[in-house]
């Protein structure tokens, strides 16, 4: 059994034409830039023509490094195209208000005698005010994108139920995906949703279900949890959990499926590096 999402399956609208635009200026053949990524030059040309979905964290640092660019630039980027517009506006906004503030911060330190006096009149001191708290209230919608972001909650990449596999999710917990489900009850914004694929938990959960899941909730014993495990290969699976100890007192955690055909797993308790509860899940009318 696994939980498959549609958050990384289209294309980042843009993400090709600048990894293009980046390679030609930095006079990179195709088949250069895709021997230093450590990918082919097919796959890499795909890329650039918006014909893949986003690729994974391997790809992408290694795309970073043939391209000369900042560490984790082209992971923002993905993420920004898929992200709703009321919050990339909200996010352009926080970025203003805190370019002006600094500005702000170094007038007022570097003013010396009559320097503020001499801001003022000038009109510098207010426009820096004005670009930090407009007067207008243009800029009110924080509180509209913290309701949003809990209330559409997005559907992540592949996890696992059966065997664990490596997840891609470009950054977690995910606040941005292609595709949302509502979750109107639920305060927390970092909570995501995925889709049960297979059979290995049910009865109570089987394929087609949409399930969330919420980091900030507590764990307890006997809970059904998304487990992230240890790096580097990032393997995710969905499994009832159990703490356990071993007889010199190493902590154990045991992955139980709910179907009795599947066998558990049981993994070192350092291993497991995220258990995120499930909170709900949605059924199809007629599944």
Known sequence: MAIEASGRTRSAVGFGDRLRDRRMRLGLSLREAADRAGCTKG?????????RGAPTKRVLTGLERALEMEPGSLGEMVAMQSTPAVVREELAQRREQGQAAQQLAALLRGAGPGGLDRAFESGALA????????PDG????????QSLLPRAVPLINLVPAGQAAEFTDLGYPARVADSYVAAPELGDPDAFAARVTGDSMEPTYVEGDVVIFSPSREVKNGMDCFARLVEPDNETTFKRVYFE????????IR???????????VEPRERVVGLYPAV???RRVGE
């Open 43 to 51: 796959y890499l040309s795909l890329l650039e023509r918006n014909k």
């Open 127 to 134: 426009r820096l005010v004005d670009r930090i708290s407009p």
């Open 138 to 145: 243009r800029w009110s919608d924080g509180e509209a994108v």
């Open 245 to 252: 100890r071993t007889g010199d007192g190493e902590e154990l």
């Open 255 to 265: 992955l139980q499926p709910l179907n009795p055909r599947y066998r558990a797993r």
């Open 280 to 282: 709900s899940v949605t």
